[in-house]
């Protein structure tokens, strides 16, 4: 019998492209990537608050403009990241929008429809399909693309979103039949309600509900979801692949 070599639990050397990196869970993912040892290129459209934070975080940190609803802006953005970190090892597709928060179906908007799913799940293909040639090379190359349970439990009046995050799910086991004779995993993380800018609009009674309906009846916090996607970055989840794991306390156990 012959041993597993794939065991190594670290990030040092490791090459990450993080999208949405400029704030909320994009920053905490790049702050923890640089805390294991990676390198990191932040993108996003957030210019002056992106490239501060790559100043701030210091040589390993890079920041690139990159909107994902623009398909070219994409093809170049990943380029230019693989071309700043000498190649690519890892993907983690953060960037999303909601749009649609506090509306029913029924006062959705057809324009907000097709905004929030080209962003959040035709920016996760075209951004990974893009990368794919760098993490081929790799030789270990992994992506995690970022869910949200509110696809699992169906929250109100947050359809749009919802749906695009069950497409990210749909997507994240297709991608890992394509991608794994590549040597590429591909898993998705649902985290629950999470306490960062992005959710400080979040009426406090949804913060409630979450927090009453967990198994770990506490906020959830950055760094519950970042453990977990780094884990998802390391050569160490090698035999991991077409996952959805939510990280949410035990509000959705899926």
Known sequence: MTSNTNTEISLTGRRVLVTGGARGLG??????????GASVVIADVLHERGAAL????????HYIAMDISDPAAITLGVDAAARYLGGLDGLINNAAITNSGGKTMGELTVDTWDRVMNVNVRGTWLTTVAAQPYLAAS??????NLASDTALWGAPNLMAYAASKGAVMAMTRS??????????????VAPGLTLVEATQYVPQARHDH?????????????DDVTAAALFLLTKASGYITG????????????
């Open 175 to 188: 991608m890992a039949r394509e991608l794994g004779p590549l040597g590429i995993t591909v898993n998705a």
């Open 27 to 36: 920053e905490a993912f790049a702050r923890a990537l640089l805390a294991a």
């Open 243 to 254: 996952q959805v794991l939510p990280v949410n306390g035990g509000f959705v156990m899926h």
């Open 54 to 61: 790559a100043k701030e975080l210091g040589s390993h940190a």
């Open 210 to 222: 979450y927090r009453n309906g967990r198994a770990i009846e506490r906020a959830q916090m950055p």
């Open 139 to 144: 030789g270990a190359g992994r992506v995690v």
